[in-house]
């Protein structure tokens, strides 16, 4: 398969169709029906930052969009840098110890919500590693 580049509107549709077609996912989130943004922090590579934000409810995702970091508008944003996310996403790093460790932030939404949903919110990223990703740089 081709490589994706990361957060590109191609590599949005790849995890659209992820997420559709994943019975894991589809399981551990049954019960989450927020969407979600997944923001890389303006840095090296990424000068302007980047943004994936997904339609997601009930185990499904109806949507999925490459967007600025300022376009976002979900109920639920995790943002960091570039190498967090490549570290999250080649599987080097647990989501969730990142974000109690601080390596991804949880800029809007609640932390509680997000901890009680961990097992949709790894399915989501799991969903993400499947997709043969390019990253800048």
């Known amino acids: 398969r081709m490589a994706i580049p ?7 549709d790849a995890l659209r169709q992820a997420v559709n077609t994943d019975a894991g996912y589809r ?3 049954a019960r ?13 590579g990424v000068a302007d930052g980047a943004a994936v934000q997904v339609d997601l409810a009930a185990g499904t995702c109806h949507g999925a969009e490459s967007i600025t970091p300022e376009q976002v508008t979900a109920t639920f944003v995790l943002s960091a840098g570039l ?6 996403l080649d599987g080097d790093a ?3 110890a990142a974000v109690a460790r601080g390596d991804v932030r949880l800029t809007r939404g609640s932390l509680s919500t997000l901890m009680l949903n961990s097992r949709g919110a ?9 997709i043969p990703t390019v990253w800048p740089g």
């Open 6 to 12: 990361a957060f590109s509107p191609a590599w949005a």
């Open 27 to 29: 399981d551990a989130a």
């Open 32 to 44: 989450w029906t927020n969407p979600v943004a997944l923001v890389v922090e303006p840095g090296a």
């Open 83 to 88: 190498e967090n996310w490549k570290k999250i």
């Open 94 to 96: 647990d989501p969730i």
């Open 122 to 130: 790894k399915a989501l990223l799991a969903c993400a590693r499947q």
